[in-house]
């Protein structure tokens, strides 16, 4: 497991960590934008210390249909 800050996070270094077997967790995170954002790219989990909101983010990604889910992604991977 690697736990780093976000602001050292790109989608291409969760790649190459999880290519390496490592689990992706990203800390401190507390506001909705960028919970949304690092699971999307797919980071494995957040450290927070707003539990229920990050719970409320990822069962809204799982309620997300697959297009609305893609769209979202590419964009957070084209803004880095």
Known sequence: ???????????????????REQEVLVW???NRPAME???LLGADGIITDEPKMANQVKR???AMDF???ALLTLRY????
């Open 60 to 62: 809204d990604i799982e």
């Open 28 to 30: 401190t995170i507390n």
């Open 77 to 80: 991977w084209l803004s880095i």
């Open 37 to 39: 954002r690092l699971l």
């Open 1 to 19: 497991m690697l736990m780093v800050s976000d602001q050292w996070l790109t989608a291409w270094r969760i790649i190459e960590i999880q290519q």
């Open 67 to 69: 297009s609305q889910r």
